[in-house]
């Protein structure tokens, strides 16, 4: 374990934390989740990304960094009427066919035959409205949301991992001097709070089949293309199966879903983090011991968010969310005769629309889905 091991594995940590945690407890604030079951949702998926990542770096030899689910956040946040307890039913679920999918072949391959343009279309309807709302946020507050863009901006030049953290912080430096109350911050010891699922038909193909789709082509997916891309074999079936049970597991405490990381896991894999490259694994063990602090800190982090201006974390969600919304609809556009169904895909998504209880990401699939099938049988 070296210096320049813990040193990328704190970075990375911190850079995930701050770049989505906002977004996360948007999607427990969606759900209904109180003070007390979000830092338990905040709990129960750091140390279950914690463990995760322990186990398969340790097991694989292969440096596996994991994350939370953001776009899964996002869609979660973007939903109304469900429940907690309904919730945490559609995360089981999610978390069963993410496992499913690294044991059962079949059932890769047809998630596979899902277009990626179509898939993208969704993931894209889903970030849209989050990003759109940020220019409402710089105009309801100018004074510190437009100087926390102007930092973003200009720190993504140098390092686009790092532009949302500074934002994050140029936005707590605003509010201080704007005049907010943050002396009620303090540790406090988060404890996990059980919460009994509900299965509810409507829940569970509005939630937690687009859940499942979005964790899988946004995070899993390109999580074992960077591993590729750093000269590692990405160990897919062992990596499936362990975060589908963790988010199984992690699901009974109100957490959703634990992926590969994709743009944090690049923070792990260079040679500056250690020269050996059989030896660079133990960056999985640093970074588990980082998310365990982050973890157990989730109440004051909570605490920070509550007493921040509701437009700056309006502005944090829709800046940390424009990166993830490139990439999908870079995807969505990419292949041309998948570009008007990925258009339609992305137009229903983004509309909220929820018929007969279920969500409009659901609805967004099937639209894609039905045209791009209609188009080909044309052709």
Request: glycine share 12%; with cysteine.
């Amino acid at each position: 374990m070296r210096l320049s091991v813990i040193s990328a594995a704190v970075v990375a940590a911190l850079v995930g934390y701050a770049a989505s945690v906002a977004i996360v407890l948007a999607a427990a604030l969606a759900l209904g989740a109180t003070s007390a079951q979000a830092a338990s949702w905040l709990l129960a998926v750091s140390l279950g990304k914690a463990v995760g990542s322990a186990v398969l770096s340790w097991q694989s030899k292969v440096p596996v960094v994991l994350a939370w689910s953001t776009p899964g956040a996002a869609l979660i946040a973007a939903t109304s009427g469900i429940s907690l307890a309904e919730g945490v039913g559609a995360f089981i679920l999610a978390g069963a066919l993410i496992a499913a999918t690294g044991l059962i072949r079949p059932l890769g391959a047809l998630v596979a035959r899902i277009p990626d343009g179509i898939a993208a279309g969704m993931l894209a309807g889903v970030l849209l409205p989050f990003c759109l709302k940020g220019a409402g946020a710089a105009e309801a507050l100018p004074g510190i949301v437009l100087p926390m863009v102007a930092v973003f901006l200009v720190v993504r030049l140098v390092s686009p991992a790092l532009a949302v953290l500074a934002s994050f912080g140029a936005g707590i430096v605003l509010a201080l001097i704007g005049g907010a109350d943050l002396s009620g911050l303090g540790l406090s010891a988060p404890v996990l709070v059980p919460v009994l699922p509900e299965f509810r038909l409507s829940v569970i193909l509005g939630l937690g089949v687009p859940l499942y789709l979005v964790t899988m082509a946004s995070q899993n997916l390109p999580g074992f293309a960077t591993l590729r891309a750093a000269g590692y074999e990405p160990p897919v079936v062992p990596a499936l199966t362990v975060t589908g049970l963790i988010s199984g597991v992690t699901a009974f405490f109100g957490a959703h879903t634990v992926s590969m990381a994709a743009i944090t896991a690049a923070i792990c894999l260079g040679p500056d983090v250690h020269p050996d490259k059989d030896r660079r694994w133990v960056v999985g063990l640093a970074y588990a011991g980082a998310w365990v602090v982050l973890g157990l800190l989730s109440p004051t982090v909570l605490a920070l968010l509550a007493a921040l201006p509701g437009p700056v974390v309006v502005a944090l969600v829709a800046l940390a969310l424009l990166s993830p919304l490139t990439g999908a609809l870079a995807g969505a556009f990419a292949a041309p005769d998948q570009r008007f169904a990925a258009t339609l895909t992305l137009a229903v998504t983004a509309s909220g629309v929820a018929a007969f209880g279920i969500g409009a990401a659901f609805w967004g699939l099937v639209a894609g889905l039905a045209v791009f099938r209609l188009e080909r049988f044309r052709r």
